[in-house]
Nanobody, 118 residues
Framework: QVQLVESGGGLVQPGGSLRLSCAAS????????MGWYRQGLGKQREWVAT???????SYADSAKGRFTISRDNDKRTVSLQMNSLKPEDTAVYYC????????????WGQGTQVTVSS
């Protein structure tokens, strides 16, 4: 059974930092592209950042320069370091695992709430 379990969310003031983590089980972690997505209240889920199995990273424009995604294959975890947080970063953040070969396999965590407010 595949499980992605996020942690690290919470309430932070504007300008503050949070580090989200996602622990994976039930998959060959090193073979998956890992990503973070978020969904604000009343909004569609949007992509935040991705790190491939080879370690290449990509970011949404809203995350560039503020967020850093990383992975530890030995610990089977992916993290998202978020700095200079803004109120508009408030959302539920979801961990995603995806592999397209030999067929599309996509898994989601249950999400962790991030609230940026003074």
């Amino acid at each position: 059974q595949v499980q992605l379990v996020e942690s690290g969310g919470g309430l932070v003031q504007p300008g503050g930092s949070l580090r989200l983590s996602c622990a994976a089980s039930g998959i060959i972690f090193s073979m998956y592209t890992m990503g973070w997505y978020r969904q604000g209240l009343g909004k569609q889920r949007e992509w935040v950042a991705t790190i491939t199995d080879g370690g290449s990273t990509s970011y949404a424009d809203s995350a560039k320069g503020r967020f850093t995604i990383s992975r530890d294959n030995d610990k089977r975890t992916v993290s998202l370091q978020m700095n200079s947080l803004k109120p508009e970063d408030t959302a539920v953040y979801y961990c995603n695992a995806e592999r397209r070969i030999p067929a599309l396999q996509r898994y989601w965590g249950q999400g962790t709430q991030v609230t940026v407010s003074s």
